[in-house]
């Protein structure tokens, strides 16, 4: 067990809502990033916090948006849902290190289905 | 362009053999990272094993070892011994300058008893 952990596993949302999703950072890491990762695929990158600011983003829209808290937890928002949202949501973190094995731990996901 | 090719969407092995899993990259820049990681049905990516660009030495790990040819942009994963437990998704991933971490589509392996 890596010590990430993400809520809620699962979720249902109609098209059109808004959803929040939640992670809890592994002790001592300062770093969390977001993936998504559709049926069938590999993760693709959202983006990244680091000390509380977003630090890297991936081609996903603005709708999709986060946070990370003076505890390194951290938010996923996704605005206006689509179909093609839905999906399993991955949450990692790491601790930074500049120049070192940045390994990163990852939680186990909420998938999220927009009907 | 940066990107990961794994180019064997599944594979059979027989319990005890060794398997190879193949990976190739693309990126222009000098210094990057390369990582497996295994993705059992409950959806939890795990730690494999990492390789840096100016690693000279191939990465070993327990029964994981990752064949690191820098020249052909290859980062293979060799699993020796395979076990029933190992049957999973295999990603192939790489993190690159602006600390982005790009995944290859996947490996799923089928260890048969």
């Known amino acids: 067990e890596t010590g990430v952990t993400q809520s809620p596993t699962h979720l249902i949302k109609t098209r059109g809502q808004q959803v929040t999703l939640r992670c809890s950072s592994q002790?001592?890491?300062?770093?969390v990033s977001w993936y998504q990762q559709a049926l069938g695929q590999g993760p693709q990158f959202i983006f990244q916090?680091?000390?509380?600011?977003?630090?890297g983003r991936g081609n996903f829209p603005p709708r999709f948006s986060g946070l990370q808290f003076p505890n390194y937890s951290s938010e996923l928002n996704v605005n206006a849902l689509e179909l093609d949202d839905s999906a399993l949501y991955l949450c990692?973190?790491?601790?930074?290190?500049?120049?070192?094995?940045?390994?990163?731990?990852f939680g186990s996901g909420t998938q999220l289905s927009v009907l | 362009a940066q990107k990961i090719t794994q180019t064997q969407p599944g594979m059979f092995v027989q319990e005890k053999e060794a398997v190879t899993l193949d990976c190739t990259y693309d990126?222009?820049?000098?210094?990057?990272?390369l990582f497996w990681y295994k993705q059992p049905s409950s959806g939890e990516m795990i730690f494999l094993i990492y390789?840096?660009?100016?690693?000279?030495q191939n990465a070993t790990e327990g029964r994981y070892s990752l064949n690191f040819q820098k020249a052909r942009k290859s980062a293979n994963l060799v699993i020796s011994a395979s076990q029933l437990g190992d049957s999973a998704m295999y990603f192939c991933?790489?993190?690159?300058?602006?600390?982005?971490?790009?995944f290859g589509k996947g490996t799923r392996l089928h260890i048969l008893p």
């Open positions: 991933a790489m993190r690159v300058r602006d600390d982005k971490i790009i």
């Open positions: 990126t222009s820049d000098q210094s990057y990272g």
């Open positions: 916090y680091y000390r509380e600011e977003e630090n």
């Open positions: 002790s001592g890491h300062n770093t």
């Open positions: 990692a973190s790491s601790s930074r290190v500049t120049g070192a094995n940045e390994k990163l731990f």
């Open positions: 390789q840096g660009s100016y690693d000279e």
